[in-house]
């Protein structure tokens, strides 16, 4: 059965920074598009940045320019670099496949940013 986990956040101040780092049991991620959901109180989850097993990335325009996507594949990792967050990135972040997600959703990492 595969475990997605995922790690790194925490609080910070607006204008800071995290890299959320997802790990996956059970399965090889580096064969499928993966992808990073957010979803904050009140709203539903939503993309926030995708990458193939090519590395061809994207990311919804709202981060565009601030959060990058990235894999280790020899990891079985991915990761999302968060620069210059603001309070709206506040959220519980999931990493699944895209644009199905196919697997359990894990825990998620929680990621507040406030002054």
């Known amino acids: 059965q595969v475990q997605l986990v995922e790690s790194g956040g925490g609080l910070v101040q607006p204008g800071g920074s995290l890299r959320l780092s997802c790990a996956a049991s059970?399965?090889?991620?580096?064969?499928?598009?993966m992808g990073w959901y957010r979803q904050a109180p009140g709203k539903q989850r939503e993309l926030v940045a995708g990458?193939?097993?090519?590395?061809?990335?994207i990311s919804r325009d709202s981060v565009k320019g601030r959060f990058t996507i990235s894999r280790d594949n020899a990891k079985n990792t991915v990761y999302l670099q968060m620069n210059s967050l603001k309070p709206e990135d506040t959220a519980v972040y999931y990493c699944?496949?895209?644009?199905?997600?196919?697997?359990?959703w894990g825990q998620g990492t929680q990621v507040t940013v406030s002054s």
């Open positions: 699944n496949t895209y644009p199905v997600p196919n697997y359990y």
């Open positions: 059970g399965s090889i991620l580096s064969s499928y598009t």
């Open positions: 990458i193939t097993s090519e590395g061809i990335t």
